[in-house]
């Protein structure tokens, strides 16, 4: 069974002070792990897709990392906007047995102080 | 790109009402799409997944006679809360993908807040 974890379950950081947050995720094959951000009371936003051990995607202060077994939300210089739930899902390749319904982790949910 | 629409934003009903949620892809041709249900403070729970003209896979659980949900075209699905009753009070989110080249991302409706009175 697919499974994904995500640590801390909160994180409150001072505007400036990067940090991350990861996914550790087990999953028989991995056809992509994927990254929202949820605001309250909205649905879920897509930030990154990520296929392969080693990849890395960017997109203004975020940075997605992978490997075999966990990925990485990397936050620069949070700014206050930034303060959201961001959540981690896996998708398991279907040839070697998995189910093309992606797992979700319960996320993390981040403030940044001004 | 990949806009994903959801009607109502929210409803208010009476018990034992129904109440229809519509999800629309507005940009591209969603082969499956997904309705999720959140609890406050809580990650998705996924009720069901819907193939464009196939019947809706239920999760475990998930009662398929009280949530009714209808795929009728690649860019349409529905979900309607049957006899509804204060449990079903909730934030119901849908989302879709294309399911093209390999693209399994999903894209997340702005939800629906439902309250039963």
């Known amino acids: 069974e697919d499974q994904v974890t995500q640590s801390p379950e909160a994180l409150r950081l001072q505007e400036g002070e990067s940090s991350s947050l990861n996914c550790s995720y087990t999953?028989?094959?991995?056809?992509?792990l994927f990254w929202y951000r949820q605001d309250p009371g909205k649905g879920p936003e897509f930030l990154f897709t990520l296929y392969s051990a080693g990849e890395e995607k960017e997109k203004e202060r975020l940075k997605a990392t992978l490997t075999k077994k966990e990925s990485f939300l990397h936050i620069t210089a949070p700014k206050p906007e930034d303060s959201a739930t961001y959540l981690c899902a896996v998708q398991a390749d279907k040839a070697s047995g998995g189910s093309y319904i992606p797992t979700f982790g319960r996320g993390t949910s981040l403030i940044v102080h001004p | 790109g990949a806009v994903v629409s959801q009607h109502p934003s929210w409803v208010i009903c009476k018990s034992g009402t129904s109440v229809k949620i519509e999800c629309r892809s507005l940009?591209?041709?969603?082969?499956?799409m997904f309705w999720y249900r959140q609890f406050p403070k809580q990650s998705l729970m996924l009720m069901a997944t819907s193939n464009e003209g196939s019947k809706a896979t239920y999760e475990q659980g998930v009662e398929k006679d009280k949530f009714l949900i209808n795929h009728a075209s690649l860019t349409l699905s529905t979900l309607t809360v049957t006899s509804a009753h204060p449990e079903d009070s909730s934030f119901y989110i849908c989302s879709a993908h294309s399911g093209l080249a390999g693209a399994y991302e999903q894209y997340f409706g702005p939800g629906t807040r439902l309250t039963v009175t």
């Open positions: 999953v028989s094959g991995l056809r992509g």
């Open positions: 940009d591209f041709q969603a082969t499956t």
